[in-house]
């Protein structure tokens, strides 16, 4: 167990131990399978996490439904006030919290941090917004009459998160559903339970200090089956899914069966367009990140390329020359001088060299990369196909890793067609130096996604804006702008304070 080794002893200021339990409903007690849980740098176990058993979770949604009365009454900027406590606590464990991330995630240490760095910035944004939930008063047709809309909080909530980014998308999701006045159940992805334990151990102190249930902010590991009972269960009146389309689709439609809500966040097939007046220095650079950076594990990751002709043999051999130089600093995602971590699993692994083969099969060219690196643990190296037609099946599909397909361009139009041809519609970026192709880009006839960059990468979003996709990728705004409006639920209020009943439209019935 890795956690034997003193070179990991962030493990224990996070309060974590050989074996942990994986289920929180105000307490500790979990009665389902034991998860081992790996390191993808080197395949070994960190520790280990007891998940839930049917009932752990049936506890566990039980006392969240039970802990919104008391919560959903408090006001919302006391609401706020924990939630800029967790803020604050989140801060204090910085450090040790990103080093978890990299060693179970396998995630380079900066971005880890970051990623903690991501669910204290939606803290502080939950913050604001605990002071400023609007409600609006419409003028009424009647006189005496008063019209206004008044927002509630929804109740207990489902919380499913993917292993990619095993902090953040939580807090997204929580910060916010606090302050709305919702309490959760979070099941976490089973290949990173320890992040969850220890995110939960880091809320759970925090309400303790403040004597609010710990349920507020329940946690249940587990796998698949945890999965799907949370999403059959009318109590959770929100599901919000991260995850892979394919189960997302599954979630969306046994929520709507119960006709319960959903926020869903799912794959991306994310593309730059380089088009003939792009600065190659700013895009190169940019492509770097969002092509290999996160070993191809973000949602966000760049899979495709759209590239002028006119550029297209000079962006190909720079882009190839910028991976040549990372290659050296694939390594242990903790070391400080590593760039790329490894993939998650051993069976990433297999999927990216099931795609990189179906990819020469079917004529495309390596550019380069193509490999796995011989040494312990996941690691590949990060990939670059030409040759491939923009249409087909393996270029429109996400293959969770660093491989990015480049295809030529005669124009603008057709990068701008090709990158709206896939089924999902989260994240892409347009290389361009002119305002009138970024406005195009930005309109009716430009890119269909939910995220529309300019001369930046397609990842590493800010949490001021809504995130999220459109298409396939689910649908659904997490984070900034008025995402919020999904954790709540709308009463459109009319108030007769004129002593007569009026009808609206002046209908006249009876006397
Ligand atoms: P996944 O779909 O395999 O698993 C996601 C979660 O769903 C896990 O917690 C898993 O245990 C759970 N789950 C599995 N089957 C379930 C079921 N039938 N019912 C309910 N829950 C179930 O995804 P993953 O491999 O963990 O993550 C990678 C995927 O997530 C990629 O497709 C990536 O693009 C996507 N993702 C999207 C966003 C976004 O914001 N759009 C963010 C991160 C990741």
Redesign the pocket.
Known sequence: YLIDDPKYAFLKDLGLEKKNIGVFNGKWNANGQVIQSISPANGKVIAEVQGASASDYEACAAAAQDAWHSWADLPAPSRGEIVRQIGDALREKLQPLGQLVSLEMGKILPEAVGEVVEYIHVCDLALGLSRSLPGTVFPSERPGHMLIEKWNPLGAIGI??????PVA?FGWNSAIAMVCGDTSVW????TTPLVAVAVTKIVESVLKKNDIPGAVAALCVG??DI??Q??QDPRMKLVS????????Q??GVEVQKRFGRHLL????NNAIVVNEDANVDLLVSAALFACAGTAGQ??TTTRRMFIHKKLYKEVVSRLAKSFAGVVSKIGDPLEANSLIGPLHTAAAVEAYKKTVAEAVEQGGKIEFGGKVIEREGYFVEPTIVTGLAHDSPLVKS?C?APIVYCIEIPDLDTGIKYNNEVDQG?SSSLFTENLGNVFKWIGPHGSDCGIVNVNIPTNGAEVGGA???EKA??GGR?CGSDAWKTYMRRSTVTINCSGAIKLAQNIQFGD
Do not use: D, H, M, Y
Request: proline share 2%; aromatic share 12%; charged share 15%.
């Open positions: 499913i998160t993917a292993f990619n980014f998308v099941k976490p992805s089973e796998g698949k999965g799907q949370l999403v899914f991260t995850g892979s389309t394919a189960v997302g599954q979630v966040e799912l794959g991306g973000r949602c996400e969770f989260l995130f999220g996709g990728t689910g997490e």
